[in-house]
């Protein structure tokens, strides 16, 4: 069993756009495709670019989105989720596939996402028609995103961002022997712990800071498919009353790069960061390596973000560095006033209209968010180092945004709306 083609299905703002892609494997290399191998390297030296903007024009035929074909009456439904140690093939097998049906769905699904991270809480579903071939096969990852793969006469790959609502939810806490403990004993993300200590690293350790009878209140976000909540939550404002005074934490959101930290009303550190509305997932400092397994210095901070993100410029600077370098992948180096340098890494392309030498504003894109170097998925490494030596990105001022004019009005806006919702959805509740 084999295609010589893929229709490739995007679909953006309810259009789904058609583009095809020529694919002629032979019978040898079909049965060396599996969802264990690795992915594809790309070889050369020079690295890889691409145009960075928002909106990449695709000039192509658009046509009515759908996210099922009608099925006949004898096919049959077959949906397994993903558990620890299951594979793709593995439960392709147990739905009865033949090994060419299982490898034409695996190669299908694996073109438009990376099999590699299939993970336990995914589903897979199949409409298998009665001579045992797949019709469609639907991959469902942990955000909703689903990969709809339909066979055929004309089989087609369409990846279908999910449709969600973003419900606002707030809690509060006393914290007695850990904040971790607090939060799940309120019903709050416990995840949420992690994002208060990463965030608040640069002005003080929150662990230490912590003995027992302080308070929290937090505002946040979940995103739910009815009455299904899919996706990690998203933190949008903090309220800590600790022994020396009253904390408040403004995050970024989908359309700012800052983070705000105010101290009994006063600003007191201030970070601009280089992916809009990105969450932070590693700190400065020591740290047990992901990759290596040993206790090693992290001379940057990482931000979680999605393959293909765009990645800002912090601050105005130049150019001065644009390709591969060694662990780091593919990455962006720009020098600042001051000595100072920032690093932007493992990125999976880099703007094309830009060069080395070149000067850019604060806010340009520079590249976009991806996984090559010594990297286990898509991430930003970004690092600042001075006179050559790296230092905490979030504690360091040479690169601190604007703290007063417009900018800091509309943040303490925003942040007295925080506390209004905050109290008046805490006030609901009892």
């Known amino acids: 069993m084999r295609l010589r083609y893929w229709t490739a299905l995007l679909v953006l703002g309810g259009i789904t756009f058609v583009v095809s892609t020529q694919w002629d494997r032979q019978p040898q290399e079909e049965a060396a495709l599996s969802d264990s191998a690795p992915a594809p390297v790309q070889s050369g030296d020079e690295p890889k670019s691409a145009p960075i903007q928002t909106d990449d024009p695709v000039t192509v035929s658009a046509v009515p989105s759908t996210e099922m074909p009608p099925q006949p009456d004898d096919a049959v439904i077959w949906t397994q989720v993903i558990g620890t140690g299951d594979s793709l093939s593995g439960l392709l097998s147990e739905a009865g596939l033949d090994t060419d049906a299982s490898t034409e769905v695996t190669g299908a699904i694996g073109s438009q996402y990376d099999l590699r991270r299939l993970k336990p809480g995914h589903s897979l579903t199949l409409t298998i028609a009665p001579d045992g071939l797949p019709r469609t096969a639907t991959l469902e990852i942990e955000d909703g ?12 790959v369409q990846k279908m961002a999910p449709d969600l609502d973003s419900v606002r939810r707030a809690g509060e ?7 971790y403990a607090a939060l799940d004993d309120a019903d709050i993300p416990t995840r949420f712990a992690t994002d208060l200590e990463l965030i608040l690293a640069g002005t003080f350790d929150l662990r230490t800071a912590l ?14 498919s009815g009455d299904r909540v899919v996706g990690e939550p998203t933190i949008d404002f903090a309220q800590l009353d600790l022994a020396d005074g009253r904390y408040e934490i403004l995050w970024p959101d989908d359309t700012s790069r800052q983070t705000r930290i105010y101290k009994d009303g006063h600003l007191v550190q201030t970070f601009d960061q280089p992916i809009r509305g ?17 206790m090693r210095m992290h001379s940057g901070v990482d931000f979680a973000a999605g393959q293909g993100a765009v990645v800002a410029a912090t601050q105005s600077g130049k150019i001065t560095f644009m390709g591969e370098r060694s662990g780091y992948g593919l990455l962006v180096e720009m020098e600042h006033e001051g000595g100072t340098n920032t690093l932007y890494a493992h990125l999976s392309a880099v703007n094309e209209d830009l060069q080395v030498g070149q000067r850019v504003a604060a806010g340009t894109g520079i590249g976009q968010v991806g996984s090559t170097g010594t990297s286990t998925a898509p991430h930003l490494h970004y690092e600042v180092r001075v006179d050559g030596q790296p230092v905490s990105p979030l504690a360091d001022t040479r690169l601190r945004g604007p703290g007063g004019g417009a900018q800091a009005g509309a943040s303490l806006v925003l942040m007295d709306s925080m506390q209004s919702e905050l109290d008046r959805l805490l006030g609901s509740r009892g």
């Open 145 to 156: 995103t689903r990969i709809l793969a339909t066979f055929g006469a004309v089989p087609s």
């Open 173 to 179: 806490a006393k914290i007695q022997s850990s904040i």
């Open 211 to 224: 003995s027992g009878g302080e308070s929290i209140r937090l505002l946040w976000r979940e995103y739910r």
């Open 278 to 294: 990105a969450r932070l997932s590693s700190a400065f400092g020591q740290r047990m390596h992901p990759i290596h397994g040993y």
